[in-house]
């Protein structure tokens, strides 16, 4: 058994989401742990792809119990049982959907996460998502290489994205083309903006950045 939730940080030193640990409602009725005494092992992999922690989840139609043992820092190994409430809503077009109720908030998640001792929810845990602390440019430079991909066009900024792809319709290309164009100018105007800090930071005012002049020479 391991210690829970090593996880990742952001830039500001903030836990995030995706370095955590973390239990999903459906995985686990999928595993039938919506079923009063079935029981299920769950093991993770560190980043480095050692083995990371693991549980014992016993299954119940109301609530299942997460059995794992864990240790701050060097300390002693310690046994921890958690009694995790479920609900489970209908779907509007059929069949449920089953939900955590947090240990602590009573919150309904989909998604508990071990970012300590107890296994909670994002909220509970201060986790934030890294989408929501990195710059649009890195989001808008991801898009618009998915887009390139789709066209099969070189991967980059401001280089030719036809011909068009045998078999694709017409409508289709332009309007993946007008998405590219579209993410490659959120990429210069974000680029623009880190430019202009740079100079209020070196005190050169003078030489400010206006506008999306000469866009490709930034990036050539
Ligand atoms: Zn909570």
Known sequence: MGGLGSGGHNSKGRRIVEGQ?????????????????NISHLYWKGSDGAP???LKA???????????????GDGPWQQHEERVALRH?????????????CPRCACTVKRLYGGGVRYLCRT????????????PGNRATRKNQKLRRKLGAEIGLGDCIGPKPKGMHRKTFE???????????????????LLNRMQRRTGNHSARISGSQNRGDFWR
């Open 21 to 37: 640990y973390r239990l999903d409602a459906s995985d686990l009725k999928r595993r039938g742990l919506c079923r009063t005494g």
């Open 124 to 135: 509970c845990h201060n986790l934030v998502h890294a989408s929501t602390q990195e710059r």
């Open 175 to 193: 309007r993946i083309s007008e998405q590219i164009h579209a993410a490659e100018a959120e990429v210069y105007d974000d680029m623009l903006v």
């Open 58 to 72: 016993i299954g119940g139609e109301d609530a299942i119990t997460l059995v794992y043992s864990w240790k701050r």
């Open 89 to 101: 809503h209908e779907r509007h077009f059929g069949g449920c959907e089953t939900y955590f109720l």
């Open 52 to 54: 990371g922690p693991s």
